[in-house]
């Protein structure tokens, strides 16, 4: 199963308008997509769940799923600052 770990790019990490960002990328895909935070897992399709992870800028997460195309996409969302306009 490919996996990346990358680290939250995001100057306020994964709040409200990257797990957005995130979830809407993660909803094209017809697969799961899980994203890991120390021991908190959420699917990627849920920026609620996104969210509930808790993870700031600079935090390492590692980003789990069965296609390959999936897991590169979301990975470079989240080491983007997404908070940028």
Known sequence: MPSKTVIVGSAEGLHARPAGIIAEAAEKYDTDIEITFGDEEADADSAMLIMALGAEKGAEVTVTGDDA???AEIAALI???????
């Open 69 to 71: 195309d999936a897991v």
């Open 79 to 85: 080491e983007q600052d997404l908070d940028v306009e």
